[in-house]
């Protein structure tokens, strides 16, 4: 199923933390917070402006995003868990080093 976020929404997917900390101590699910950093998986249209014109989003699908803790509404797409949340609550783009 392709689903296609509507005006100034996304779809996110999140990306999850390291299981260790820094000194090597394992973290059980059970401590871990939900992370707050996330894949765009597919981005609307843009905003719709007063005079009608489309404002388009400052994300696309493939960027790499920071998100509040509570942002967001959870929805299950395929068997996933992802976000459907506003641009408005993302609260940047991540400039990550490509791994090789």
Known sequence: MKFTPLHDRVLVRRVEQDEKTAGGIIIPDTAKEKP?????????????????????LDVKAGDQVLFGKWS??????????????KES???GI????KKK
């Open 36 to 56: 707050s950093e996330g894949l765009i998986v597919s981005a609307g249209s843009g905003a719709r402006r007063e005079d009608g014109t489309i404002m388009p």
């Open 72 to 85: 967001g509404t959870e929805v299950m797409v395929d068997g996933e868990d992802l976000l459907i949340m």
């Open 89 to 91: 609550d993302l609260l």
């Open 94 to 97: 991540i400039d990550a080093p």
